[in-house]
């Protein structure tokens, strides 16, 4: 379900791609020399926090008045219905809980910057039904497409790697930790395609 991000295409929808630039993308899936994560069946949202309270963005509008704590949430329409409604409000307290409890005010301030950053993230699981059905309720972050909004209220890229470390220490304490009734807290994982074997197959796609 795309929101700010928007949706994510894949090779079939990369209309930009040359055919030499996608023959090479499988060549090296053939070698074993790509990395991947994996595209989760949920709804994208962007989360952030400040006085001690988390916020959640959908869309630029959100983002730009410093996101939804749980009252906004409980005051707003979703398309989705009731339910879809409750599962982000369930979400953003699992979220404030997260940081409340794994993180220190002196690593909170550097994370998010007084609510100045978003981060990149996809809701899933059970009460987030969309094609695929998962079994456990999550927050997953993704590893690129966080932002920050300027003080005059622009939308950049973020690119920071001591953000970076510091939301990697969340997800690690995090994911250590059994939560019953609570959405877990999780990272993309990056992996490595394995090589092929023989190049057969890659060979007949190269053809066609």
């Known amino acids: 379900m795309s929101g700010l991000a928007g949706h994510l295409p894949s090779l079939t929808e990369s209309w930009k791609l040359s ?3 996608l023959k090479k993308i ?3 899936s053939s070698q ?9 069946d949920g709804a994208n949202a962007y ?3 400040h ?3 988390g916020y959640i963005s959908r869309n630029k509008s959100d983002v730009v008045s410093g996101g939804k704590d749980i009252e906004g949430l409980k005051q707003r329409e979703f398309a989705g219905g009731e339910k879809i409604k409750e599962t982000f409000i369930n979400a953003l307290k ?3 809980d997260a940081i409340r409890n794994s993180l220190s005010t002196k690593e909170i301030s550097k994370l998010f910057e007084n609510g100045t950053i978003f981060y990149n ?8 039904v969309n094609v695929i059905n998962y079994d456990k309720d999550s927050i997953s972050f993704h590893n690129t497409g966080h932002i920050k909004i300027t003080e005059d209220k622009k939308i950049i890229p973020l690119d920071s790697l001591t953000t970076s470390s510091l939301l990697d220490k969340l997800v690690k304490r995090e994911e250590s930790k059994e939560k019953p009734g609570k959405f877990s807290i999780h990272k993309d994982a ?4 394995k090589e092929l074997n023989k190049d057969k197959d890659l060979n007949i796609a190269k053809i066609k």
């Open 19 to 21: 055919f030499g630039e």
């Open 26 to 28: 499988l060549s090296l």
């Open 32 to 40: 074993g020399k790509l990395e991947f994560t994996e595209k989760v």
């Open 47 to 49: 989360f952030s926090f």
């Open 51 to 53: 006085d001690g309270k």
């Open 94 to 96: 699992s979220f404030e």
């Open 121 to 128: 993230a996809e809701i899933f699981g059970p009460s987030m």
């Open 190 to 193: 990056i992996i490595k395609l």
